[in-house]
């Protein structure tokens, strides 16, 4: 599955964005998905997660309440919609894929740059 995150950008803080996961494969509807990002000088960090049937979602508290994940399987496409920007959201976000009960993220997409200027 390949998968290509897009939808960065600059943004003052207060502000939004939409981010896009499109992935290249029907299957897409089967997997997971999660968002996570990176940070200046910092390690990458998980940010929130669907499932594959869109029903469950999860966040990190860092960005829950502000930021909603949702998907469109029918245009293999997941999204993630952030409100209530901060300075401290910025990074490169990327998506990623798994299957249902596997651990780790099988496939990842290049990520997208979010810049929060304060």
């Known amino acids: 599955v390949q998968l290509q995150a897009s939808g960065g950008g600059l943004v003052q803080a207060g502000g939004s964005l939409r981010l896009s996961c499109a992935a290249s494969?029907?299957?897409?509807?089967?997997?997971?998905m999660g968002w996570f990002r990176q940070g200046p000088g910092k390690e990458r960090e998980f940010v929130g997660r669907i499932s594959w049937s869109g029903t469950t979602t999860y966040y990190a508290d860092s960005v829950k309440g502000r930021f909603t994940i949702s998907r469109d399987n029918a245009k293999n496409t997941a999204y993630l919609q952030m409100n209530s920007l901060k300075p401290e959201d910025t990074a490169v976000y990327y998506c990623a894929v798994r299957r249902t009960g596997v651990g780790q993220y099988e496939y990842w997409g290049k990520g997208t740059l979010v810049t929060v200027s304060s």
């Open positions: 494969q029907r299957t897409f509807s089967t997997y997971d």
